[in-house]
């Protein structure tokens, strides 16, 4: 999971960027990188940290031009302590691009031999964007013929990309002296959405980003969502054109952007976040009312934020008091995207405070989005109990995490996964809450498709059904061993 914009204008893009990334800053923290073009110059300027950490005044002055991109990272593949692994990209040949990366490559392995052993290209880091990038560039110089580079041959190149590369990828890059370029995997795992918007003159000027909130904050109007497979070029007039690039494209979105990733003021794929999560709550609230004595449950807690939607929603429907027991520091980030587990650990008691008058002699039934390590979930149980709970319930708004998601998510391993190898009284066992219930895939589903054409989701991790087709076994072993070494 990582932010993604890219901007072509009639002005100076520089501050645009910076503030779409500010928005997307939920996205990744790990580093931020800001790349411009003025003409056939790039200009790029990367850093560790967060967007109001990695920028000063004489980095955005030097970031000249019309159109540009930019990326906030969450690491899943790479080194997150390496600022050489920070996006965006570069390669000189052809032309010049720059190129950044949401999602996560699957067929590494294949496509590190065959860039050293077949395009004779060079990787200079762990990234699978690094690679992604060199591939791209091989395929778009296979299909120059002359000096000019026109549309056609570019999506000729994406389709190319399409054949070679497995896994999840939405990607924006720029061609130097040409335009940017967008595309989305052929399933559409990872989001990507198109907006535009007119200067005074009648110019058009394009936005591509990651979450819709990106686009409504700068006054753009949504267009669409860039479809899977589709690759979207917008030269530096501000001409756009469009094609599929993939044979056999299918919408098969991440669920977990739903559950938790995205912020709930967005829409991606036609689907409010914020309405996705009130219909979970609506939904949890069955299978809550269905295995436990309702008379048991005083108070309805969320963990802040990204759960507050669902646990409304479950308090309403079963009739039980709301209220808000824990305490968010703001200035912490989000625990789940923390690089490393001990800092994930660590900062869960900065980031939570339990408020003592609202669970002293109290049975208290939390809602979170969803419990992946149980690191945070373990902490917060006892904290309910420190603040004098009576019983603790503890309830997700997501099946339980039992297999790695191997498209753009941090979960590769199934030893770190509480719920992997469990049932559910062994999970609240290791909680140490008293009951512990779980949304079902099946509502899960319905909740975040309801009201919409979408048919299909990525629900792998909660399933172990990879919409990919092509994770086995031995691809997840290899995965757990390169994480652990």
Same mark, same amino acid.
């Given at each position: 999971?990582?932010g ?10 520089n ?6 990334l ?21 200009h ?8 109001r ?23 899943t ?14 390669v ?36 699978d ?6 591939? /791209? @560039? ?5 299909? %120059?013929t002359? #000096?000019? *580079? ?5 999506? +000729?190149?994406? =389709?190319a ?6 896994g ?5 890059s ?6 940017? /370029? @967008? ?5 559409? %795992?990872?989001? #990507?959405? *198109? ?5 005074? +003159?009648?110019k =058009?000027?394009w ?6 909130l990106?686009l ?9 969502d860039?479809?899977?497979g589709?690759?979207?070029f %917008? ?10 690039? +993939? ?32 219909r ?12 436990m ?10 963990i802040p ?13 079963l ?5 808000e ?12 995207i ?24 109290k ?32 309830t ?12 753009g ?10 719920a ?17 219930i ?7 589903q319905?909740a ?12 792998s ?23 652990l070494?």
């Amino acid at each position: 999971m990582c932010g993604i914009v890219g901007i072509v204008s009639t002005e100076p893009v520089n501050q645009q960027i910076y503030d779409s990334l500010l928005l997307l800053q939920h996205r990744g923290q790990d580093s931020s990188g800001i790349a411009t073009a003025d003409g056939p110059v790039f200009h790029m300027v990367r850093s560790r940290g967060q967007v109001r950490e990695g920028f000063r005044t004489r980095d955005m002055r030097s970031l000249i031009g019309n159109m540009g991109l930019g990326h906030v990272r969450y690491t899943t593949k790479g080194a997150a302590e390496r600022e050489e692994e920070a996006q965006p990209f570069y390669v000189n040949a052809p032309y010049g691009i720059v190129l950044v990366h949401n999602g996560n490559l699957t067929n590494t392995r294949e496509l590190s031999r065959e860039l050293f052993s077949i395009d004779r290209r060079h990787v200079n880091s762990t990234s699978d964007t690094e690679m992604l990038l060199n591939v /791209l @560039a091989t395929e778009l110089q296979s299909q %120059i013929t002359g #000096l000019e *580079l026109d549309p056609d041959q570019v999506f +000729a190149a994406v =389709e190319a990309v399409h054949q070679r590369v497995e896994g999840s990828y939405a990607v924006i890059s720029m061609i130097a002296g040409y335009g940017l /370029l @967008a595309f989305r995997d052929p399933f559409g %795992i990872r989001p #990507l959405i *198109l907006g535009r918007r007119l200067t005074d +003159a009648g110019k =058009e000027e394009w936005i591509v980003a990651s979450e819709s909130l990106v686009l409504e904050n700068g006054d753009y109007e949504i267009v669409r969502d860039v479809e899977p497979g589709e690759a979207i070029f %917008i030269a530096l007039d501000g001409t756009m054109v469009s094609r599929q690039c +993939a044979t056999n494209p299918r919408l098969v979105p991440c669920s977990f952007e739903y559950v938790y990733l995205a912020r709930p003021d967005s829409v991606m794929n036609g689907i409010s976040v914020y309405e996705a999560r009130l219909r979970m709550g609506n939904r949890l609230a069955d299978t809550v009312a269905t295995h436990m004595p309702l008379g048991d449950i005083d108070v309805v807690m969320p963990i802040p934020d990204s759960s507050r939607p669902a646990a409304m929603q479950v308090a309403q429907k079963l009739g039980i008091e709301y209220r808000e027991g824990f305490y968010k520091n703001r200035y912490v980030g989000r625990t789940f995207i923390m690089p490393g587990q001990a800092e994930r650990k660590r900062s869960v008691r900065q980031k939570l405070n339990a408020m003592g008058t609202e669970f002293k002699g109290k049975n208290i039934l939390i809602v979170d989005d969803s419990i992946v390590r149980g690191t945070t979930s373990q902490q917060i149980v006892q904290m309910a109990r420190d603040a004098g709970a009576n019983k603790v319930t503890f309830t997700s708004a997501a099946p339980p995490v039992r297999y790695p998601h191997v498209y753009g998510i941090n979960m590769p391993s199934r030893q770190e996964l509480i719920a992997h190898g469990r049932k559910i009284p062994e999970i609240a066992a290791e909680l140490g809450a008293d009951h512990m219930i779980f949304q079902e895939v099946a509502d899960l589903q319905a909740a975040i498709t309801e009201g919409t054409s979408i048919t299909e989701l990525d629900l792998s991790c909660f399933t172990g059904e990879y919409v990919t087709g092509t994770v086995t076994p031995e691809y997840l072993d290899w995965v757990e061993r390169t994480q652990l070494s």
